[in-house]
């Protein structure tokens, strides 16, 4: 039974997946929207849009969720002049949402219908629908709103997130947003927490086996940097290259021994491209670079750092 109904959800996605002209028109309309984008929802499909509001606000698209059945209770003074309209709702008549549509009207705000009722009432008033394929619940009763909710929350995210892309957004924009959770320290640059300066374990190709073994000791992160004059990465030995090579004591030099094509970031790289390169190399530390081209060493970041923050 439970896997009858994910796939009877699942089709009803696929079906969703080819979206026609007017999911082009619902997204212009809102890229130019002066005002806020006003989700409104009631029941079941209330708790999509509230939902939805949450996704487009943390995307970079202003919103606020509107209630039908409290609308007529005072709360119709959230639209405005500049506004636009989403309403969600699968049958589309529910009497609450004919006062919310004659206001709209009346502030000249134009409406965006999500339904799959294209006779509906607020598909009739609607300046752009964007009509639901006709799929069944998942519900054995076919009342339950089950599939009908799983194909708005899908079609209002790929709404959030084609306009996140078009804005030009970047995981900086995010952060602003969201700087808690899982989700801020995820997109956290490194260059915030990262070691840097005099802090960092540099010896030159030339230095000695002994060399190295003390800066790998005294600066203790496991690793140094084989640099340039300009501190342009060369590249790194390790404590593990050391006890690979200790039979090469005293005669071998760091550039002879280094491993010269190291992991590593650029500056703008986030706390979880840190993670991933660690986890996915099996190390426990990575050097960031000013830029991948000219390769100076900005800084390094140890995996302790990133259990300091509650990451990996």
Do not use: Y
């Amino acid at each position: 039974m439970g896997r009858r109904a994910i796939a009877t959800e699942a089709e009803a996605l696929w079906s969703l997946a080819h979206v026609d002209q007017s999911f082009a028109e619902a997204v212009s309309l809102i890229r130019g929207t002066r005002g806020r984008l006003i989700v409104c929802g009631l029941g079941k499909s209330g708790h999509i849009a509230r939902k939805l509001t949450a996704t487009f606000v943390a995307t970079g698209t202003p919103a606020l969720f509107l209630h039908a059945g409290e609308a007529i209770h005072g709360d119709l003074g959230v639209l405005m002049r500049g506004d636009t309209l989403l309403i969600l709702s699968n049958s589309g008549d529910t009497r609450e949402f004919g006062v919310v549509i004659r206001q709209a009207e009346g502030l000249a705000i134009p409406i965006i219908a999500i339904t799959s009722n294209v006779r509906s009432a607020i598909a009739l008033s609607a300046d752009i629908l964007l009509a639901l394929p006709a799929k069944p619940e998942a519900c054995p009763f076919g009342s339950t709103p089950t599939t009908s909710t799983t194909m708005m929350l899908a079609l209002g995210d790929a709404l959030a997130v084609t306009l996140l892309q078009l804005r030009g957004l970047s995981p900086a924009d995010l952060l602003v947003w969201h700087p808690g959770g899982r989700l801020g320290l995820d997109l956290l640059p490194v260059d915030r927490f990262m070691h840097h300066g005099e802090n960092l374990p540099f010896i030159a190709a030339e230095a000695s086996m002994f060399e190295a073994i003390h800066t790998i000791s005294d600066k203790g992160f496991g690793i140094a940097a084989v640099v340039n004059d300009q501190r342009h990465l060369l590249g790194v030995i390790s404590d593990g290259d050391i006890r690979r090579n200790i039979h090469a004591l005293p005669g071998a030099t760091a550039g002879e021994i280094m491993t010269s094509q190291p992991r590593t970031l650029v500056r703008g790289a986030m706390a979880r491209d840190a993670l991933a390169t660690m986890s996915g190399a099996r190390i426990t530390s990575v050097f960031v670079l000013e830029d991948e081209a000219a390769g100076e060493v900005a800084g390094l970041v140890h995996i302790h750092d990133l259990l300091r923050l509650g990451i990996g």
